[in-house]
């Protein structure tokens, strides 16, 4: 768990994602070996990934912005949409499958690695972001999916950003303060959600497991200011090019568990 810290607090560094991509499947798998009831292990994977990104992205974007690099016009555009998209999602959860929620984490993480992969010119779709109408659409988009899958909403922000014509650097800076505007509300809608459950692990808050954020984010903190200084220093194509091909493998990884 603590090297896992490490390789997620490293990512969410370098690529901006909090670190959920990495722990979501992780964390699955160690509450299956456990014995967690089958019915609340996907649930309590991405309630407690949402808790440790919390300092991850926090301490992630703050070292982005030590490099000069984010769009905090965006962020602050953002702060009661994104939060609003979490939140509703969070309310839904109790009634949704974890099998759904296998799904919409591989088929959204699977569209964005393409188009890393893929990169062209018709991908973007304009050199300009939206104005501030659409742009709290998408605001409250990225917060309802990336709840669902339990990520800190950089991998849905980078897609958005690259979309229209900003550059893969800026996009990773944005997405680790992104983090934090989805991580809080959803940890603290994964605790209301899973609230009162019999058959939950010991040292659980609802759908958050204290005992794993102990071991996970400690590590995941330490080494995130490493992954943002390497992501500044790889050029822009080379960056989307690892992004694409570790989303990838995270999603193969992922279905075959």
């Given at each position: 768990m603590a090297l896992a810290g490490c390789f997620?607090?490293?990512?969410?560094?370098?690529?901006?994602?909090?670190?959920?991509?990495?722990?979501v499947p992780?964390?699955?798998?160690?509450?299956?070996?456990?014995?967690?009831?089958?019915?609340?292990?996907?649930?309590?994977?991405?309630?407690?990934?949402?808790?440790?990104?919390?300092?991850?992205a926090?301490?992630?974007?703050?070292?982005?912005?030590?490099?000069?690099?984010?769009?905090?016009?965006?962020?602050?555009?953002?702060?009661?949409?994104?939060?609003l998209g979490v939140v509703i999602t969070s309310l839904?959860?109790?009634?949704v499958s974890g099998v759904l929620l296998r799904y919409v984490f591989a088929i959204v993480a699977t569209l964005i690695a393409v188009k890393m992969l893929f990169k062209r010119i018709n991908w973007t779709v304009s050199s300009d972001l939206p104005g501030p109408l659409p742009n709290r659409g998408f605001g409250f988009g990225i917060g309802f999916l990336s709840t669902f899958m339990g990520i800190g909403g950089g991998n849905l922000n980078?897609?958005?950003?690259?979309?229209?014509?900003?550059?893969?650097?800026?996009?990773v800076a944005t997405s680790a303060g992104l983090g934090v505007l989805i991580a809080i509300p959803g940890a603290i809608g994964y605790v209301y959600a899973g609230w009162g459950q019999q058959t939950l692990p010991p040292?659980?808050?609802?759908?958050?497991?204290?005992?794993?954020?102990?071991?996970?984010?400690?590590?995941?903190?330490?080494?995130a200011p490493l992954g943002a200084r390497m992501a500044h220093r790889l050029d822009e194509g080379m960056l989307e090019r690892c992004f694409g091909i570790f989303l990838l493998l995270v999603v193969v990884s992922f279905v075959l568990m």
């Open positions: 997620a607090g490293f990512m969410s560094g370098l690529f901006g994602i909090g670190g959920g991509v990495i722990l992780l964390l699955a798998a160690v509450f299956a070996v456990q014995g967690v009831d089958p019915v609340h292990v996907s649930h309590m994977a991405v309630g407690t990934s949402l808790g440790i990104i919390i300092p991850t926090i301490r992630s974007f703050l070292s982005h912005r030590k490099l000069g690099a984010g769009n905090q016009e965006l962020l602050k555009l953002w702060i009661l949409w994104v939060p839904i959860v109790p009634y980078n897609l958005f950003m690259t979309v229209f014509g900003q550059s893969m650097h800026q996009a040292m659980s808050l609802g759908y958050l497991n204290l005992l794993a954020i102990l071991f996970v984010a400690p590590f995941s903190m330490l080494v």
